[in-house]
């Protein structure tokens, strides 16, 4: 009896771990890859979304950048209203000709205490609804496409996950 109630248990953890993939499949359908700004070109292929203020995302930045030859990242920036800088270093980031530049500019804190002087960025706001509707509130949050995994806050296994290390 208790190896048929295991064996129920791990058949039921499968199920919802199936379930919960095929979740996450459904809300990266709704996702605009289009709309994303797009770093690398490696096979493995990430989703995050990023606010430029947050330490965890610069940390997970600094993890990432070395792989872009292994990973393509769709980025997507998350400013918050508590983070006043962090609506002109999005906009700075999004409208920018070189992104990439942009993005290590950013993350590294160069316009830290003096924000780059941008105006508005549209696709800032194309980015915030697509969080939004997601109902993503914290960053990073990151989706490991291919497994589907998602990863809420920095993880150092985040390269594991991407099949990196």
């Known amino acids: 009896m208790r190896y ?9 953890l499968s199920f919802a771990e199936d379930l919960y993939t095929e979740f996450i499949k ?13 770093v690398g070109k490696g096979k493995r292929e990430l989703i995050t979304f990023i ?6 995302c610069r940390k997970e930045w600094k993890a990432l950048r070395p792989h872009l030859d292994k990973i393509r990242i769709y980025v997507f ?9 962090s609506y002109a270093k999005s906009n ?8 990439l530049k942009a993005l290590d500019r950013v993350l590294s804190g160069e316009f830290d205490g003096k924000p780059p002087l941008t105006e508005e960025c ?7 609804k697509i969080a939004e509707k997601l109902n ?22 985040l390269l594991e996950h991407l099949g990196i290390k």
């Open 4 to 12: 048929l109630i295991l064996i129920l248990f791990v058949f039921s």
């Open 26 to 38: 459904s809300q990266v359908e709704k996702i605009p890859l289009d709309k994303a700004i797009v």
């Open 51 to 56: 606010n430029p203020d947050c330490g965890h």
């Open 77 to 85: 920036l998350l400013p918050f209203r508590s983070f006043p800088e």
């Open 92 to 99: 700075y980031i999004a409208c920018s000709k070189n992104k």
């Open 122 to 128: 549209p696709l800032v706001k194309e980015h915030i």
């Open 136 to 157: 993503i509130q914290g960053t990073p949050y990151n989706i490991v496409l291919g497994s589907y995994k998602v990863i809420e806050g920095y993880s150092p296994k």
